[in-house]
Every structure is written in structure tokens, then in C-alpha cells.
């Protein structure tokens, strides 16, 4: 009976030595290594949403800060994650990671978020800026008056002194507008599914509107198909519109056949060259104002 006593008091003594040294190695144990924020862009283009997914050796949880402004720390757990969004800046942004250990050793590092490159392809070989001599000219019609002027609102994405185009409206017309020839080709030819078919612009409206951005070979639709898209301004002055044609229409004939074979309104992706693009504001409606256009298919 004493042995078995004995034999118990010595496993007690061993279990406990055990765990005052586990808990030494717990206490004494190192902070975390080799932390990694492992950031993710899930788009190309401004809102950037970025995937974080922290890890780190000897870490058990993590504190995540995106660096947005007024951004809190979040705490995860390992192979956890979080998504944020990125606003188009000019200041960097910064994901501060804290590694925490099971003894409450900290490791931190921060990580800069970098965007990816711009996709952007200049489509325009020329693109209209009205400070050169790449267009060789513009018109309004109905009801719409067009003239070179000095940029009047040097701020939001346009905020260089330079000239742009003001475009004046009447109101008379539901489909007044302005168009403007170029001296070089819009070029559309790529056909590769990876192909950049965006015209980036920047227009002035302090009214919420949509804006139609229409491409033409020639006005009788001749040689390549009318294609158009059509965006909504926001009417907080100067904005960057990103018309992408690779979601085109045919533009209005009025003919029941269309042309070149294809009907109006079907859908379209342009592959030639354009030497022409026409603008509509608030097609379809009685608009009256003042607008300004500026770098037509220049990258930002």
C-alpha cells in the first residue's frame, strides 16, 4: 500500500514539475518572426479592394489597423483575413500588423499598400487636352455652343491651370450635344480579351446627369459601326469618367436594319478605328447649363 503511495506522490511530483515547466517555456517563450501582412488586390482600379491575411511564426492572433483614416485595430485569429477599401490617393497608405504570441509577446510591423499599375492603354494616339493642335475641331448642335476656355475650377480631378472645352445648353433640345473631330485615330483594332477599350476622361457638372460618350468613323456609320456608352456624373464638378466600350451598344440610326448589319441598341465591341466622338448630356431630356470636358482618353 506505502509502494502505491509512493508511486502516486512521484507521478503527482512529475505532472507537476511538468507544468511549471511548461508554463516557464510559455512565459520565456520567444515573440513572434517572420510577420507577413500578405496583401491582396482584388480589382486594378480606385476603390482598390484589398484582401489582408496576416501570418507569422509563433503567432496565435493578430491585431490588423488597414491605416485609413480613423481605421481602429481588429483582432483575428490565424488564417482569418480582412477586406478593405482604398480610396485613389496621393498620400500612402500603411497595414500595421501586431503578432501576438500565447505569452502576449508582440511583434509589429507595417506593410505599404501599393496599388497595382494603371491598366491604362492609350487608346486616343492623340488625346484632345485643347492645348495643342491634336484636334482639328468641335461643334454643338441643337441648342448646345462650344468654345476653348481656361479650366474655371482648378480642383477635384482636374485641378491643372490649363484650356478645356466649356459646352453651353440652351435646354431646347431632348438630344443636344457636341462633338469633336480628331487629326489622329481613336484605336479600338485590338482584339485580345485582355484589351483596354476605356476612354478616361475628366467633365464638369455640378448636376447629378448621365452623359453619353458616343465613337464615330463617320456620321453615316459608312466604314465602322457608331458605338456609344453612357455613364452617370455625379455633380460635384470636375470627375474622372472611365467609359469602357467593351460594354458598348450600337449607336441610333433609325433605320429598322441599323447599319453595317447591325441593328441599333445591340450589343457591340468595337475593333476599328474612330475618328469622331460626340457627347450627349442627359440624353433625352430638356437640359440647360454650362459643362466642361478635358484630357479625352488621356491615362490618369
Given at each position: 500500500m506505502r509502494s502505491i503511495i509512493f508511486g502516486i506522490l512521484i507521478i503527482s511530483f512529475i505532472s507537476c514539475n511538468r507544468e511549471v515547466e511548461f508554463d516557464a517555456v510559455l512565459s520565456e517563450g520567444p515573440a513572434p518572426t517572420e510577420v507577413q501582412a500578405n496583401i491582396m488586390f482584388n480589382n486594378a482600379e480606385p476603390p482598390f479592394s484589398v484582401t489582408v491575411s496576416p501570418t507569422a511564426l509563433g503567432a496565435t492572433a493578430f491585431e490588423v489597423n488597414s491605416g485609413l483614416p480613423g481605421a481602429t485595430n481588429?483582432?483575428?485569429?490565424?488564417?482569418?483575413q480582412l477586406t478593405y477599401e482604398y480610396p485613389e490617393s496621393d498620400e500612402n497608405f500603411?497595414?500595421?500588423?501586431?503578432?501576438?504570441?500565447?505569452?502576449?509577446?508582440?511583434?509589429?510591423q507595417?506593410?505599404?499598400?501599393?496599388?497595382?499599375?494603371?491598366?491604362?492603354?492609350?487608346?486616343?494616339?492623340?488625346?484632345?487636352?485643347?492645348?495643342n493642335n491634336n484636334v482639328a475641331f468641335s461643334?454643338?448642335?441643337?441648342?448646345?455652343?462650344?468654345?476653348?476656355?481656361?479650366?474655371?475650377?482648378?480642383?477635384?480631378?482636374?485641378?491643372?491651370?490649363?484650356?478645356?472645352?466649356?459646352?453651353?445648353?440652351?435646354g431646347g433640345g431632348n438630344f443636344?450635344?457636341?462633338?469633336?473631330?480628331?487629326?489622329?485615330?481613336?484605336?479600338?483594332?485590338?482584339?485580345?480579351?485582355?484589351?483596354?477599350?476605356?476612354?478616361?476622361?475628366?467633365?464638369?457638372?455640378?448636376?447629378?446627369?448621365?452623359v453619353r460618350l458616343s465613337m464615330q468613323q463617320d456620321?453615316?456609320?459608312?466604314?465602322?459601326?457608331?458605338?456609344e456608352v453612357t455613364l452617370e456624373h455625379g455633380g460635384t464638378g470636375w470627375e474622372e469618367m472611365r467609359f469602357n466600350f467593351a460594354n458598348a451598344i450600337a449607336g441610333f440610326t433609325g433605320n429598322a436594319d441599323g447599319a453595317l448589319g447591325i441593328p441599333d441598341g445591340t450589343s457591340i465591341v468595337p475593333t476599328g478605328q474612330y475618328i469622331r466622338f460626340q457627347m450627349f448630356i442627359s440624353p433625352g431630356n430638356d437640359v440647360a447649363g454650362t459643362f466642361y470636358l478635358d484630357d479625352v482618353g488621356v491615362c490618369p
Open positions: 481588429e483582432l483575428v485569429g490565424i488564417q482569418q500603411f497595414v500595421t500588423i501586431k503578432a501576438i504570441a500565447p505569452n502576449d509577446l508582440v511583434t509589429e507595417q506593410f505599404e499598400v501599393v496599388p497595382p499599375a494603371d491598366p491604362c492603354t492609350q487608346i486616343f494616339s492623340s488625346p484632345a487636352t485643347f492645348d461643334f454643338g448642335f441643337n441648342g448646345a455652343d462650344v468654345q476653348v476656355v481656361a479650366n474655371p475650377d482648378l480642383s477635384g480631378a482636374n485641378p491643372e491651370a490649363s484650356n478645356v472645352l466649356e459646352i453651353v445648353q440652351d443636344d450635344g457636341y462633338g469633336v473631330q480628331m487629326n489622329t485615330a481613336i484605336d479600338f483594332s485590338s482584339t485580345s480579351d485582355t484589351a483596354d477599350k476605356i476612354v478616361r476622361l475628366k467633365f464638369w457638372s455640378n448636376t447629378v446627369l448621365p456620321p453615316n456609320n459608312d466604314t465602322e459601326r457608331e458605338v
